[in-house]
C-alpha cells in the first residue's frame, strides 16, 4: 500500500481528498496544527471510510517535528501539500503570517523530501494568480498576473519555488493543481466546510443565511461587466476536486508524465454569478437567501472560469456534479452541523 502524507488533511479540502485517497487504496498520514480545523473531522473521515489515518498535530515551521514524524514513517511516497492560511484578507493585514506559514512550510518540505526518498508533491494552488484573465475560459499557459494580496503572492511564490527546485535538478516531482473555487460537501454529510467565525466565502454565508444564523447574504457588487452585474466565478464540487488528487497522485507515482513539473487547471469550465448562485441554491433546497446588493469588495476578480481542457484530456479527470447538486450538499452539510450543534 502506497503511503501518502497529506498536509492539512483536517482542512475542507484536505479532509475529502483523505477520503478518495483511502478509497483508493493509500495509506494516508496527516499532519495539521488544526489552526483552521477540528480534530472531530477524523472521525467523520473514519465513519465514511471504515480506516482513521495516522494524525499529527504539528505545525510544518517545525522543520524537526515533521523530520521526526518522517523518521517515525519511512517509505512515505508522496506529499499532497494543502496546509496553509487562505483568507485574503486577514493576509492584508498580517503579511508575515502569511508568508511564514505558507513559504516556510513548503521550504521545510521539499528540503526534507530528497533525504527521505519522497520524490513527489501535489501542492494546492490558485485561480488567484490569473488575476483577472484576459482570455475566458483561463487556461494554465495564461499570463500570471501581480498578486492582489499577500495571500495570492503566496501561491505564485510556491509556484515559483517548485519550479525553481525542478530546474535546479532536485530529485522531485511536481504537480501543481490550480483550483477555482471548491463548494459543497461530502454526500454523506460527515464532513464539509467548518469555517470559523463569519465565513468570507460565499457559499457557507449562504446556507449560514438560509437557515437562519445570519440575518441576510450581502452582494458585493451588481455593476460589473457581467449579463447581471454580479461577479463570475468557476464553482467547483469539493469530492470531484479531491478525486483529482487521487489522480495527480498516482500519476506521479507510477510515472506516468515525463515532465517533472505539471500544471492543472481544476474548474468546470462554467461560470456562474453570484445572483445565479442564489437562485441555484434556492431552486435546490426550495429554501429562500434573503440578500441584498452592497458595494464591490476589494481585490474581487470581476469574472473567471477554467478551460479545464487540460485536466480532462492529459489527467483524465472531468468534474462531473452540478451546482445545484453541489449546493443541496452544502445545505445538507449545513442542516448537519446544526443538528450537531457545531
Ligand atoms: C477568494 C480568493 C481566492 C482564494 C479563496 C480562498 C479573492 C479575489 N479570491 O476567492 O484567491 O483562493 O477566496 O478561500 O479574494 N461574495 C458575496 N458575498 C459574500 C461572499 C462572497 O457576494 O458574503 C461574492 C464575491 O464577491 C465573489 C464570490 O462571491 O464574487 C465568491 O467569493 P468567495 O467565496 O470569497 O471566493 P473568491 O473571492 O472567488
Not at 522543520?63 to 492584508?92: D, M, R, T, W, Y
Not at 431552486?283 to 487540460?310: F, L, M, Q, S
Request: proline share 5%; glycine share 8%.
Amino acid at each position: 500500500m502506497k503511503k501518502i502524507l497529506v498536509t492539512g488533511g483536517t482542512g475542507y479540502i484536505g479532509s475529502h481528498t483523505v477520503v478518495e485517497l483511502q478509497n483508493a487504496g493509500y495509506e494516508v498520514l496527516i499532519i495539521d496544527n488544526l489552526s483552521n480545523s477540528n480534530v472531530e473531522v477524523l472521525d467523520g473521515i473514519e465513519k465514511i471510510t471504515g480506516i482513521r489515518p495516522a494524525f499529527y498535530e504539528l505545525d510544518l515551521n517545525d522543520k524537526a517535528g515533521v523530520q521526526a514524524v518522517l523518521e517515525a514513517n519511512p517509505g512515505i511516497k508522496g506529499i499532497i501539500h494543502f496546509a496553509a492560511s487562505k483568507a485574503v484578507g486577514e493576509s492584508v493585514h498580517k503579511p508575515l503570517l502569511y508568508y511564514r506559514n505558507n513559504l516556510v512550510t513548503l521550504i521545510n518540505l521539499l528540503e526534507l523530501m530528497p533525504e527521505h526518498g519522497i520524490d513527489g508533491i501535489v501542492f494546492s494552488s490558485s485561480c488567484t494568480v490569473y488575476g483577472q484573465p484576459d482570455i475566458l475560459p483561463v487556461t494554465e499557459d495564461a499570463p500570471i498576473k501581480p498578486a492582489m494580496s499577500p495571500y495570492g503572492n503566496t501561491k505564485q511564490i510556491n509556484e515559483e519555488i517548485i519550479r525553481d527546485c525542478i530546474h535546479a535538478n532536485m530529485p522531485i516531482k511536481s504537480i501543481i493543481l490550480r483550483y477555482f473555487n471548491p463548494i459543497g460537501a461530502h454526500p454523506s454529510t460527515e464532513i464539509g466546510e467548518l469555517p470559523n467565525g463569519v465565513p468570507q466565502n460565499l457559499v457557507p454565508f449562504v446556507t449560514q443565511t438560509a437557515i437562519g444564523m445570519r440575518k441576510e447574504l450581502s452582494v458585493f457588487g451588481d455593476d460589473y461587466d457581467t449579463p447581471d452585474g454580479s461577479c463570475i466565478r468557476d464553482y467547483i464540487n469539493v469530492v470531484d476536486l479531491a478525486k483529482a488528487h487521487v489522480i495527480a497522485m498516482d500519476r506521479m507515482l507510477e510515472n506516468k508524465s515525463a515532465e517533472k513539473l505539471e500544471i492543472f487547471n481544476l474548474g468546470t469550465g462554467i461560470g456562474v454569478s453570484v445572483l445565479e448562485l442564489i437562485r441555484t441554491f434556492e431552486k435546490g433546497t426550495g429554501v429562500k437567501v434573503p440578500y441584498k446588493i452592497v458595494g464591490r469588495r476589494e481585490g474581487d476578480i470581476e469574472k473567471v472560469w477554467a478551460n479545464p481542457h487540460h485536466a480532462n484530456t492529459v489527467l483524465g479527470w472531468t468534474a462531473k456534479e452540478s451546482v445545484e447538486d453541489t449546493l443541496v450538499s452544502a445545505w445538507e452539510w449545513q442542516k448537519r452541523l446544526v443538528k450537531r450543534g457545531s
